[in-house]
């Protein structure tokens, strides 16, 4: 009787410690929520990556970032490379020289149907005006009808000028002059009469003589983007963070700063010396980055496809991720 009453408390004792094992075992390998892990995944790789601008506006905060050391603050290292046309930056994506590039919608979307895997991962400051040249007589958006104007197609430049085309009803010519220098040339000595351009250089052309018709900022027109490679958005949050924790202190510093204390920086990277008087005279401050709206993305995918650069409709949740800034 002992030994069977013995037994039992044996047996009873093992079936109990099995399952408090089993129970400590589901403790330890269950933790979904491993903060220490995440928090690691957000440290900057130290690692350096390569970044594409143009000589526009929406680069300075990423030159000044890099120019007064912030990106180094931040723990990260940042190659800014330039280009003179979009063009030669998408040669540069296309042979995978960039980790990041500032775009805009349409170009992540052909890029996605050629295979090269990037998202979007936010807007950019970015205001393109519409100008005819001095000896044109055009002084209202109408007024190129029919006129030729100078754009790189298929790209926001475009997408802007059909957009105001459409609202005044009217159609006109493109002429393809890839370079910044050779676009201006061209509208001053008046063999063109039009012209798309960001700033600074559309405030410049203004102050030679040619005439603004239009601007996509006070229009409510935004496609102009940062985008990064899905290898660094999957490897190396923790280096996009970082990137967009120095790119808005050097919005910051900018808002504050009188533009004679850095827009000879500029210079070194392609900018005109007219980027002084220019962001002297900006009337707004520029904004930290932010996201491209779901009706401005779409419209732009829809306009892509219609011109026959995808072959399909991208969706806003495969090409973006606005998870950095917001």
Known sequence: MKKLLLSSILISSILLLAACGKANDKNTT??????????SSLQP??????????????????????????????????????????????????AKELDATIGDVMTEATFKENGINMKITSDISEDF???????????????????SVSLVPNFILEYIMDQFALQNGFTYKIVEIPSFAGRSEALLSNQIDGVVFTEPQAGMLVSQGAHLLGSSKEAGIKGGTIQFTDEMINDKPGDIK???EAFNKAVDYMNKTDASEYSSILTNYQFPEAIRTYLTNMPEDFIHAGIISKDQFDSIIAWTKEKGQISKAYTYEELTDFSFVQ
Do not use: H
């Open 30 to 39: 269950e933790k979904p929520n491993d903060t220490t892990s995440e928090s």
């Open 129 to 147: 005006k519409i100008l005819s040249s001095p000896d044109s007589g055009i002084t209202e958006m109408k007024g190129l009808s029919g006129k």
């Open 45 to 94: 790789s130290g690692e350096e990556f390569n970044i594409g601008i143009l000589p526009a506006e929406a680069a300075i905060p990423i030159i000044l970032a890099e120019e007064k050391g912030f990106f180094e603050e931040a723990g990260i290292a940042v190659s800014i490379k330039t280009f003179s046309s979009p063009n030669d930056r998408n040669v540069a994506v296309q």
């Open 242 to 244: 970082a990137f967009y």
